[in-house]
């Protein structure tokens, strides 16, 4: 997993969003299922070299968000997600989506033209 995981330092984002973010999206799409172990605190911040405690504040976002499970004496790992949970994906794109709109709006394109730039992308 941790091979997945690409940090932008000079992105303006703190780093544990980015590593947050990211963890979640593996988890939504499926490349991170249900009782997958997730990669020591130590082991993660080696690889990206950044602080334990940037990685370590990432993973408790993703307790909080009951993404991940910590069984006591155990490594973390992906939680059982209900179905609903998995459906919510939209809402990741949300910002995303909100952005890139307003940022045509900007540009004065129109939604036409935005929607073939979104197909175009998409093959």
Same mark, same amino acid.
């Not at 307003?102 to 992308?121: F, G, P, R, T, V």
């Given at each position: 997993?941790?091979?997945?995981?690409?940090?932008?330092?000079?992105?303006?984002?703190?780093?544990?969003?980015? %590593?947050? $973010?990211?963890?979640?999206?593996?988890?939504?799409?499926?490349?991170?299922?249900?009782?997958?172990?997730?990669?020591?605190?130590?082991?993660?911040?080696?690889?990206?070299?950044?602080?334990?405690?940037?990685?370590?504040?990432?993973?408790?976002? %993703?307790?909080?968000? $009951?993404?991940?499970?910590?069984?006591?004496?155990?490594?973390?790992?992906?939680?059982?997600?209900?179905?609903?949970? %998995?459906?919510?994906?939209?809402?990741?794109?949300?910002?995303?989506? $909100?952005?890139?709109?307003?940022?045509?709006?900007?540009?004065?394109?129109?939604?036409?033209?935005?929607?073939? %730039?979104?197909?175009?992308?998409?093959?």
């Amino acid at each position: 997993m941790i091979h997945r995981l690409h940090i932008k330092p000079n992105s303006g984002e703190p780093i544990y969003l980015q %590593l947050t $973010e990211q963890i979640s999206r593996l988890i939504a799409a499926g490349e991170l299922i249900a009782g997958d172990e997730l990669p020591s605190v130590r082991d993660v911040a080696k690889s990206l070299a950044v602080n334990p405690m940037t990685v370590s504040k990432s993973y408790q976002a %993703l307790l909080a968000k $009951e993404l991940v499970v910590r069984p006591r004496g155990q490594k973390m790992r992906v939680a059982e997600i209900q179905q609903s949970a %998995l459906e919510d994906k939209l809402c990741m794109l949300l910002p995303l989506t $909100e952005q890139l709109v307003e940022q045509a709006k900007e540009l004065k394109i129109d939604l036409e033209k935005l929607q073939a %730039l979104i197909q175009q992308s998409w093959k």
